[in-house]
C-alpha cells in the first residue's frame, strides 16, 4: 500500500507541477509563445520560493511547491478576471 501511494502521490506532483504554472499563464496572456514564456518564469520562481519555504518552515519541498503554484494561480486568476479574461 505505501509503495503505491508513493507512486500515486509522485505522478499527482508531478502533473501539478506541469499543469498549474500553464494555466497560469494562460489567465494572463494571449498568444502561446507568451504562455510558454510566463509558465517558464512562473515554474522556476515558485521551485524557489517552494524550496526555500519549505527549508524555513520544515514542510516536505515537493508540497510546498504546490502550495505556492495554487496561491500563484490564485492571484493569476484574479488578474485575468480584473483584465476580463
Do not use: E, H, Q, Y
Not at 500515486?8 to 494562460?26: E, K, T, Y
Not at 526555500?52 to 508540497?63: E, R, W
Not at 503554484?69 to 485575468?80: D, K, Q, T, Y
Amino acid at each position: 500500500v505505501i509503495v503505491v501511494g508513493m507512486k500515486l502521490v509522485g505522478a499527482l506532483l508531478v502533473s501539478a507541477l506541469i499543469i498549474f504554472p500553464a494555466l497560469s499563464a494562460m489567465r494572463v496572456c494571449k498568444s502561446f509563445k507568451g504562455v510558454i514564456g510566463v509558465a517558464a518564469i512562473i515554474s522556476v520562481a515558485c521551485s524557489g520560493i517552494g524550496v526555500l519555504s519549505a527549508v524555513l518552515i520544515g514542510t516536505p519541498v515537493g508540497a510546498s511547491i504546490v502550495v505556492i503554484n495554487i496561491i500563484i494561480f490564485g492571484i493569476f486568476a484574479l488578474i485575468g478576471k480584473i483584465k476580463g479574461r
